[in-house]
């Protein structure tokens, strides 16, 4: 799957300001993530396995970013 702007429905957090300094992610349809820069959209987003995403969420949850 080729991942152009339009083909993956992107979101951001609600805690984002007005402006576009934000990270936004997709759901890709096999459960993995892509993360890219709202200031740059028409660039190619970085992905996460559905593993990977799984592990950072956790890690979030775990408090080891703190």
Known sequence: MELTPSALAYRKSSFSGPNDNCV?????????????????????PVTYTKNEWDAFVLGVKAGEFD
């Open 24 to 44: 936004e992610v997709a759901e890709l349809p096999d459960g993995g993530r892509a993360v890219r820069n709202s200031k740059r959209p028409h660039e190619a």
